[in-house]
Nanobody
């Protein structure tokens, strides 16, 4: 059974940091690109960042460049999203997803598997 399990969400003040984790199982981790998406209240799901499990290549949405860092521990089949300098507009449910087409890694339709999400709230 394929599983993507996110953790690490919570409430943080503006300017603070959080690290999200995505633990993957049930598929060949190295064959997939792992992505983070987010969905803010009343908005659609948007790609945030992605990493190729085989080559470690990374991509970021412009809105998070310089603030978020994605990384992967292939031995643990886990991907992390370090989020720094958080802003209220980063508030969203963050989803982990997996797909095989790297050029589509920031597009929802490019994903084969999804996690259930973890809520990040940035507020004072």
């Amino acid at each position: 059974e394929v599983q993507l399990v996110e953790s690490g969400g919570g409430l943080v003040q503006p300017g603070g940091s959080l690290r999200l984790s995505c633990a993957a199982s049930g598929f060949t981790f190295g064959d997939y690109t792992i992505s983070w998406f987010r969905q803010a209240p009343g908005k659609g799901r948007a790609g945030v960042s992605c990493i190729g499990s085989s080559d470690g290549s990374t991509h970021y949405a412009d809105s998070v460049k310089g603030r978020f860092t994605i990384s992967s521990d292939n031995a643990k089949n886990t991907v992390y999203l370090q989020m720094n300098s958080l802003k209220p507009e980063d508030t969203a449910v963050y989803y982990c997803a997996a797909g095989t087409v790297k050029r589509l890694c920031l597009y929802s339709y490019g994903m084969d598997y999804w996690g259930k999400g973890t809520l990040v709230t940035v507020s004072s």
